[in-house]
């Protein structure tokens, strides 16, 4: 994949614009898209527009340019700045609801498996892994460095002699670092069909071919047992 | 015989009309729900107005003044229409005031009921009422005109003043998806006002768009050239309150600063004009219709905005949309005309 100045993935313009046809096909578009009087409400209460060249503003403002070139110059990084926190739709005075449009172009990347997508996922690899496989969703053995780094400089510490620390706290745990909770394998599998039928297994096989197979395997055990 | 017609409302509009139709000859009874005529600029006390600065006394004053000398005209305050019937070509209407009730037959009607001022405290994110610091454009007439401008939390004059334009106006969380068309250039007016009489204050005006139309706009140049207002373009997004007893406002700056949060030591919000709870009462009372932003409706908005869907019954002033003084009085005249051709033409 090439990349332009910005940081933008180079692709040509009929492909720039089925990406935005898909957009707009979606059945929340509409909805979330009105008429913006570009006031920077929802950006003022934007979070990570504290932090980043960010902006719900400018998220609407692309989109009602009808210039495929733009939306798609949200596609790479900009979209995974959003935390979803729906503020910008709370507060929007016409309506609108940028986190929602941004909602809509994550499950494009991630369905068809754009790089960021996956790059953006590498980290949550594991939760995903936890999560479908075995229903729990941060252990402590998921701490370390290299997938945190969002946690701050202490994350080396953290991920350090977990077995012992886990014993440190006072209040029953499982004591084991692998897992949270339990969760009993009927209820394993009732979650495997949700994911099935919601299509999760199958955005997994797209971001993550490789997870997916662990993942896979793990579901034939349970499913088989 | 004299013609008999009632003006509903003593606020510019309905004045005007009232005094018009008296210097014609006509029996007029002019019905105002308030103590006192001159509408919303006497009742908050308008004390300059635009797009001058002449002292409202010079208009508003002056309208009273006329209205209450003309023996054309029978005043009713404190008073309203108890209830209303068509006759034929005529109308049937009770007047109930501190006198007593009166019962009347009148050739025409004219409706001058006005509007009232959005409150701001419907819309939580401005937290009027919550900060005594946070005021609107009609408290700030009021304390510009009793001349007492200083911060309501402690008396004392304020370093800075934040103005936010189109509070209550344009946004459809509120229902209200119009333009005030006023509150634009009051705010500037106001911004100039602050300005001279408080020199070492700073003020900011917070906006999407600026519109203060037509010759309006030489405010705007003023209030950047003579008086350096400072003119930011973003909505604000949230009011808190800040350290050593400030406000602060938050938003976007989408043109320069990009995301901003500034303690202030007042806040004025502008807030805009509603049809009020009277235009739906007018409504159901005459039988006339209210149009989707809660106004009352004109039969044809370019060709006849001074009629209402009902003949006989006529529109005057703001009670058909947020307008300037000059504007309500140029309609005052203009259903003047009208119910006076209808009167004519029917007694
Ligand atoms: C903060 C602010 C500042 C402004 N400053 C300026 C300015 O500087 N220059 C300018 O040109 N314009 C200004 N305006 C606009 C101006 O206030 C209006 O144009 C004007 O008041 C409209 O006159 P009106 O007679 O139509 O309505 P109103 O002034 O609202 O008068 C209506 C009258 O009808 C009465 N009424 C209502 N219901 C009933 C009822 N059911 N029965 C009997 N009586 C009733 C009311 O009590 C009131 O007296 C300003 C507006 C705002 C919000
Ligand atoms: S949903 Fe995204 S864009 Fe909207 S306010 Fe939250 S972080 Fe910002
Ligand atoms: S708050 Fe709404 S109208 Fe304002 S800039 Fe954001 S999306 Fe546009
Ligand atoms: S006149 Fe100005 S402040 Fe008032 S609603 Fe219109 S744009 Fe907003």
């Known amino acids: 994949m090439e990349y332009d100045e910005n940081g933008v993935s180079i692709v040509s313009n009929d492909f720039k614009k089925e990406i935005f046809e898909e957009a707009k096909k979606d059945f929340r578009y509409e909805e979330y898209v009105k008429g913006c009087l570009n006031c920077g409400v929802c950006t003022g209460g934007c979070p990570p527009h504290r932090f980043f060249d960010f902006s719900p503003r400018m998220v609407l403002q692309n989109c009602k340019s ?11 990084e900009y979209v995974w700045a959003c935390f979803q926190c729906f503020t910008c739709a709370m507060i929007c005075p016409f309506l609108n609801n940028p986190g929602g449009v941004i909602a809509i172009l994550r499950e494009i990347s991630v369905r068809r498996g754009f790089e960021s997508a996956k790059k953006v996922l590498k980290p949550y690899s594991r939760v995903l892994l936890k999560l479908t496989a075995y229903g729990n969703q941060l252990s402590p053995d998921m701490i370390q460095p290299d997938f945190f780094p969002d946690w701050g400089p202490h994350i080396g510490y953290a991920s350090e002699d977990l077995p012992l620390k886990r014993k440190a706290i006072p209040m029953p745990t499982l004591q084991v670092t692998n897992l949270a909770w339990d969760v009993a394998p009927e209820a394993m599998k009732e979650l495997y069909t949700i994911f099935d039928e919601a299509g999760v297994f199958k955005i997994i096989e797209v971001v993550d071919p490789s997870l997916y197979e662990i993942i896979q395997d793990i579901v034939d055990d349970v499913r088989s047992e | ?52 600065l002449q002292p409202a006394d010079n208009v508003i004053g002056e309208l009273v003044k006329r209205a209450e000398s003309n023996n054309n005209i029978k005043k009713y305050l404190s008073a309203n229409i108890e209830s209303f019937k068509e006759d034929g070509k005529k109308f049937n209407a009770v007047i109930k005031s501190s006198a007593g009730s009166e019962t009347k037959t009148f050739d025409s009607v004219i409706v001058a009921t006005g509007f009232e001022h959005f409150d701001p405290a419907k819309d939580s994110k401005y937290s009027y009422q919550l900060f005594d610091d946070v005021i609107d454009i009609k408290d700030l007439e009021r304390m510009m005109g009793e001349g007492n401008f200083t911060r309501p939390s402690n008396g004392k004059p304020p370093k ?33 006002e602050l300005r001279e009489h408080f020199p070492e204050t700073e003020v900011y005006i917070f906006y999407m768009d600026i519109r203060t139309y037509g010759f309006y706009e030489d405010l705007y140049w003023e209030a950047m050239e003579e008086h350096d207002v400072q003119i930011v373009k973003g909505r604000v997004a949230e009011i808190t309150s800040g350290p050593d007893n400030t406000v602060i406002c938050k938003g976007e700056d989408t043109l320069l600063r990009g995301p901003f949060e500034i303690p202030f030591d007042m806040v004025v919000l502008a807030s805009g004009m509603e049809g009020g709870p009277q235009s739906p009462e007018m409504a159901e009372k005459l039988g006339i219709e209210l149009d989707e932003h809660g106004f009352l409706k004109q039969a044809n908005v370019t060709l006849s905005p001074f009629k209402s869907n009902k003949d006989g019954i006529f529109l005057a002033g703001a009670c058909t949309g947020p307008k300037a003084i000059a504007d309500a009085i140029v309609e005052g005249g203009a259903a003047a005309m009208k119910a006076y051709i209808y009167a004519k033409k029917n007694s």
């Not at chain 2, 334009?165 to 068309?181: A, F, K, M, P, W």
Request: overall charge neutral; aromatic content about 8%; charged content about 20%.
């Open chain 1, 66 to 76: 009808n210039d495929p070139a733009l939306v798609w110059g949200m596609m790479d």
């Open chain 2, 160 to 192: 800075n003043v934040a103005i936010i334009l189109c509070v209550g106006s344009r946004d459809r969380h509120v229902g209200n998806q119009y333009c005030s068309r006023v509150c634009c250039t009051v705010s500037v007016k106001q911004a100039i």
């Open chain 2, 1 to 52: 015989m004299a013609e008999n017609i009632l003006v509903i409302g003593g606020g510019p509009a309905g004045l005007h009309a009232a005094i018009e139709l008296a210097e014609l000859g006509v029996n007029v009874s002019l019905v105002e729900r308030d103590t006192f005529f001159g509408g919303n600029p006497k009742k908050f006390k308008y004390k300059y107005l635009f797009p001058d």
